[in-house]
């Protein structure tokens, strides 16, 4: 039982000093320049090239959506784009869920294998 006393007693004494409010201010700095390069400036990036690549998109191209579906363009329209998916199948789908401009040929190649 006495332990428990001892180190009762030793939690009276003062805290340690702090550390330079300098140092702090400085680590935070740090952390968030790291934050800011490793995270929010590729993001930034991506979002920027997927804007670039939905306001290109044109009649007659192939695209993968990022459900999965591949598709030829058929109707560009502002918002939504018509894919025709098979024999006269067409499925309208928002442009901003289109994940890649295929190379041509390459839904032919698909169906061949």
């Known amino acids: 039982m006495s332990f428990f ?20 201010l400085l680590l935070f700095g740090g952390m968030f320049l790291f934050m800011y390069l490793l995270i929010i ?3 930034r990036k991506r979002q920027k090239e997927h804007q670039n690549l939905v306001a290109s998109l044109a009649k007659g191209d192939e695209v993968l959506m990022t459900s999965g579906l591949l598709g030829k363009i058929v109707k560009v329209d502002e918002n939504y784009v ?31 294998a």
């Open 82 to 112: 018509v894919l025709e998916t098979g024999s006269n199948i067409e499925l309208k789908f928002q442009k901003v869920a289109v994940h890649a401009v295929l190379p041509k040929g390459t839904i032919k190649s698909v169906d061949a």
């Open 41 to 43: 400036r590729p993001q």
């Open 5 to 24: 006393i001892s180190s009762a007693m030793a939690q009276t004494q003062a805290a340690p000093p702090q550390g330079s409010p300098l140092v702090t």
